[in-house]
């Protein structure tokens, strides 16, 4: 408790105010210099040690300067490991040398800086907005690549904890609902993750939906990703999906959208209800608060969502523990 309070505490003068900004100033510039090293397909090269002068022959597009000093703010944020001549990915950071880790960090990495910037803009207006407004393409596919990584993770540790459900989707008919596909970056990597399964994607954008009917073509998904511009409120199918994926933070109606997923479910599917929650941390309950208010989505507590999943008649619901970084995940089943 009394460090909580010792980095809320009131700050008292212009110079304790400089002091915050720069520091901020100095996490942003880092976060920007590792996003430097990914979009520059420096990463890849750096599973192994590396010279400046190799990094430069192999990514000839940025300067060596500036590769440089993109790899001293890695290596003083630990990303990087440096001796005298080479540098080289922490251990930690090696499975982001290769996709979907890869892509979805760079992701996260884009979105974030591009949505900070865009907050300041929109701040400018004269007309008040809430909710999900984007339409840069660049902004939108960095944000759909940073929720690819989520289907690895349903793969590899969610997935096999729900009774029978790796089976389901390992059969021919599976059928996997994510709503608000955006640019349906999950829905190809769900595809290539479970081979016999069909997802059908809802959103509302146009710009997003745009985007991923390209991206669904140049997977050559067609056959296996339907793309539909739908609320999900608006979903009429009944028993038809093994598998649904719900992102409170875009959704205002969370109480009518979980409805209308149980009734979409087969007997035996199930529901990851995606949300923001609430942790120990100040700034970080914070800041995801601030992410729900300009996604448009809600804030729920865990014991609210549990009572959302509970009055739209899911069973067995349950949070899933994950890390402190990602969204809380609740889970419940139609039986």
């Not at 960095?142 to 729900?162: F, H, N």
């Not at 069909?198 to 991206?215: F, H, K, P, Y």
Request: charged share 20%; hydrophobic share 50%.
């Amino acid at each position: 408790m009394i460090e909580i309070e010792a980095k809320t505490a009131m700050i008292q003068s212009p110079e304790e105010i400089r002091a915050m900004t720069s520091e901020l100033t100095m996490s942003v510039w880092t976060l920007a210099a590792i996003g430097a090293l990914f979009e520059a397909g420096i990463v890849e090269h750096l599973r192994e040690p590396r010279s400046i002068d190799e990094l430069e022959k192999l990514c000839p597009a940025i300067a060596r300067s500036r590769v440089q000093r993109s790899l001293e703010l890695a290596a003083v944020s630990g990303f990087v490991v440096a001796d005298e001549t080479r540098h080289r990915l922490a251990p930690g950071a090696m499975p982001f040398a290769e996709s979907p880790m890869r892509g979805a960090l760079a992701g996260d990495i884009r979105t974030t800086l591009m949505q900070a910037l865009a907050l300041l803009d929109a701040s400018r207006d004269a007309q008040p907005s809430r909710g999900w407004q984007h339409t840069n393409p660049a902004l939108l596919q960095s944000q759909g690549d940073a929720s690819s990584a989520l289907a690895v993770m349903l793969k590899r540790a969610i997935v096999p904890s729900l009774e029978g459900l790796a089976e389901r989707l390992e059969q021919p008919g599976a059928r996997f609902l994510d709503v608000g596909s955006g640019v349906a970056s999950l829905a190809i990597a769900m595809c290539r993750l479970f081979p016999a399964l069909e997802v059908t994607g809802l959103d509302v954008s146009d710009a997003a939906l745009n985007i991923a009917r390209s991206n669904v073509k140049a997977a050559r998904l067609e056959s296996r990703i339907e793309l539909r511009q739908l609320a999900v409120e608006d979903l009429s199918e009944e028993r038809a999906y093994n598998l649904a994926w719900h992102p409170s933070f875009f959704i205002p109606s969370a109480e009518a959208a979980c409805a209308r997923i149980h009734a979409a479910l087969r007997p035996g599917g199930f529901i990851l209800f995606a949300f923001s929650g609430q942790g120990p941390e100040r700034r970080t309950n914070a800041v995801w608060t601030l992410i729900d208010e300009l996604w448009g989505g809600i804030a729920p507590s865990a014991l609210e969502v549990q009572a959302f999943l509970e009055r739209a008649s899911f069973a067995a619901v349950r949070a899933i523990p994950g890390p402190t970084w990602a969204p809380s995940l609740m889970v419940g089943r139609r039986d």
